[in-house]
């Protein structure tokens, strides 16, 4: 069973940095591509950042180029999405996700993925 837990969110000012974690568990971490979307209120659910299956290859939303790093860390089965330069409109819950089968590359497409988890809230204020 694939679990996917995420931490890191909290209350954050405007100009601010947040590094958000996502624990995997359950499978070969590695073998996977993995991504971040976020979910703003009333709105529906956003691509922010995707990173390959060895890390050398990721891609990023208009909206959050140069300001967002996204990585990984096979060793510990983690991903990370570094967030620089927070934005009031960055406020959302974002989640981490994975896709069933080994895919190597991210995709921007929430259909493509399969497991979520709960999901850890940014609050950025300004």
């Known amino acids: 069973q694939v679990q996917l837990v995420e931490s890191g969110g909290r209350l954050v000012q405007a100009g601010g940095s947040l590094r958000l974690s996502c624990a995997a568990s359950?499978?070969?971490?590695?073998?996977?591509?993995m991504a971040w979307f976020r979910q703003a209120p009333g709105k529906e659910r956003e691509f922010v950042a995707g990173?390959?299956?060895?890390?050398?290859?990721?891609i990023y939303a208009d909206s959050v180029t140069d300001r967002f790093t996204i990585s990984r860390d096979n060793a510990k089965n983690t991903v990370y999405l570094q967030m620089n330069s927070l934005k009031p409109e960055d406020t959302a819950v974002y989640y981490c996700?994975?896709?069933?089968?080994?895919?190597?590359?991210?995709?921007?497409?929430?259909?493509?993925?399969?497991?979520w988890g709960q999901g850890t809230q940014v609050t950025v204020s300004s």
């Open positions: 996700a994975a896709p069933r089968s080994p895919v190597r590359f991210p995709t921007r497409g929430a259909e493509d993925y399969d497991y």
């Open positions: 359950g499978r070969t971490f590695s073998n996977y591509a």
């Open positions: 990173i390959s299956w060895s890390g050398g290859s990721t």
